[in-house]
């Protein structure tokens, strides 16, 4: 079955230091990657995906066919980047089948 | 620029009432989804709707239903509320049905249900 694993609930971390928030997932065929983002008072939107290859906000992604996952890092947090983080997985390249992880809520301490 | 709009925000109804969630966006995208979000669960997919005319189960459509009669509009009926659809539930829609690239998702700012 097709499943995304964030395994940290919640993770807290200096202003200025390096974030991971690790994603894992489970899927047979060739997935398509994404981190999607929902800062306070906001609505859920996207932060980055892999077939982009981008950096965002500082935020990069690289997929690990290998150790089937998705990490999201950062060197340098910033407070602004307190938020919620949701990685997903879209099946067969079809909107229609995206599956989210739990979710990750990033707390950056000043 | 409205995008996707949500009703009500907010919402307490009694078990066993039946309410509808109202969705509609205005960029003409091809799909559109529920989901629902509950701590620790994450985000979940109740049903969706790859064009006007069509829609399919999610992850967790029991309880829930839809309707797909135009481009713009994307209702979601609980036919009969249980305290354990309480949650936050988010509409959103996407441009295509297929392909790379096509799997942006676009979200509503969500609606609050409890049921008592």
């Known amino acids: 079955a097709q499943r995304v694993t964030q395994p940290e609930k919640l993770l807290s971390v200096f202003k200025g230091a390096p974030v991971e928030l690790k994603c894992n997932y489970s899927?047979?065929?060739?997935?398509?990657l994404f981190w999607y983002v929902q800062y306070s008072r906001q609505r859920l939107q996207l932060l980055l995906r892999?077939?982009s290859r981008e950096s965002i906000k500082g935020f990069t992604a690289d997929l690990n066919k290998g150790e089937t996952s998705f990490h999201l890092k950062k060197p340098f947090a910033q407070e602004e980047d307190s938020a919620m983080y949701y990685c997903?997985?879209?099946?067969?390249?079809?909107?229609?089948?995206?599956?989210f992880g739990s979710g990750t809520r990033l707390s950056i301490r000043p | 620029i409205a995008g996707i709009t949500q009703a009500p925000t907010s919402q307490i109804l009694a078990a066993g009432r039946r309410m509808t969630l109202r969705c509609t966006q205005d960029?003409?995208?091809?799909?559109m989804y529920w989901y629902r979000q509950d701590l620790g669960l994450g985000l979940r997919l109740i049903h969706y709707?790859?064009?006007?005319?069509?829609?399919g189960k999610g992850e967790v459509p029991d309880g829930y239903s839809v309707s797909r009669a135009n481009t713009d509009d994307f209702p979601l009926t609980l036919a009969s509320a249980v305290p354990s659809q309480t949650s936050v539930y988010f509409c959103?829609?996407?441009?295509?049905?297929?392909?790379?690239?096509?799997?942006?998702?676009?979200f509503g700012e969500g609606s609050r249900l409890t049921v008592l």
């Open positions: 959103a829609s996407s441009e295509g049905l297929a392909g790379p690239g096509t799997g942006e998702l676009f």
């Open positions: 899927y047979s065929g060739s997935p398509e």
């Open positions: 892999h077939i």
């Open positions: 997903a997985l879209s099946r067969d390249s079809s909107a229609s089948k995206i599956i």
């Open positions: 960029m003409r995208h091809n799909a």
């Open positions: 709707s790859n064009t006007a005319g069509t829609t």
